[in-house]
């Protein structure tokens, strides 16, 4: 079925340390994924995303790691800073012709001074 | 700056009443979407379009409608048969399916 999971709602972290924020999906044909950033009142941000022929992909302080086997999907904040506190999506998005991004329900990040 | 734009922020809607949010791409991006926001919950997909005069029902379209005449233009209205309006609405485009969405920054509809 269609579904995009965070394992945790809520993660608290100390400013400086790395973090990890995990999904689940359970759509195997699914062939891109996304991590989207939403503060507060705003729309989602683009963070970074993934295509299927790749397991790993790194931006700045931010990398996704995919692994197709468990179908798990991770997004890893290095040195994590109090901008970084936030809500993360990931979405998925099937091989068909719509383009419709499927979205898990969020995980809050909360950065600890 | 190119972006996606959304009016107005803020909304308040009467019981029986329909009400239009606008939403201005100057991307030149094709495919446009809706999707509503409820406090705690992920995005759900109302509308999307891929291209101009074509527009599909997502997985929440009742008591919505939309039109796409123009490519930089995607309005929505949230009509009286809406019985839960009140959310957070996003406006979404993509250069094409399969690519990331660019979001607006949201409008909040209240009814009161």
């Known amino acids: 079925g269609e579904s995009v999971g965070l394992h945790l709602p809520t993660l608290s972290v100390q400013e400086g340390d790395n973090s990890i924020i995990n999904c689940a999906y359970s759509?195997?044909?699914?062939?891109?994924f996304i991590w989207y950033k939403q503060e507060s009142g705003k729309g989602p941000q683009f963070i970074i995303d993934?295509?299927?022929?790749?397991d790993k992909r790194q931006g700045q302080r931010v990398t996704v790691l995919l692994n197709k086997t468990v179908k798990h999907l991770s997004l890893q904040i290095a040195a994590t800073q109090p901008g970084d506190s936030a809500v993360y999506f990931c979405a998925e998005t099937l091989p068909s012709n719509t383009g419709k991004l499927i979205f898990g329900q969020g995980t809050t990040l909360q950065v600890k001074p | 700056d190119g972006g996606i734009t959304q009016s107005p922020k803020y909304l308040f809607r009467k019981e029986g009443q329909n009400v239009t949010l606008s939403c201005e791409q100057n991307l030149n991006h094709d495919a446009m979407y809706w999707y509503r926001q409820d406090p705690g919950q992920g995005l759900r997909l109302i509308y999307y379009s891929q291209i101009v005069n074509d527009f599909q029902k997502g997985d929440i379209a009742e008591g919505y409608s939309v039109s796409r005449e123009k490519k930089e233009s995607f309005p929505l209205t949230v009509t009286s048969a809406q019985k839960n309006p009140t959310a957070f609405y996003l406006c979404?485009?993509?250069?094409?399916?399969?690519?990331?969405?660019?979001f607006g920054s949201g409008t909040r509809l209240t009814v009161v």
């Open positions: 759509n195997s044909a699914s062939d891109y």
């Open positions: 993934i295509r299927s022929n790749m």
């Open positions: 979404a485009s993509s250069i094409q399916i399969n690519y990331g969405y660019t």
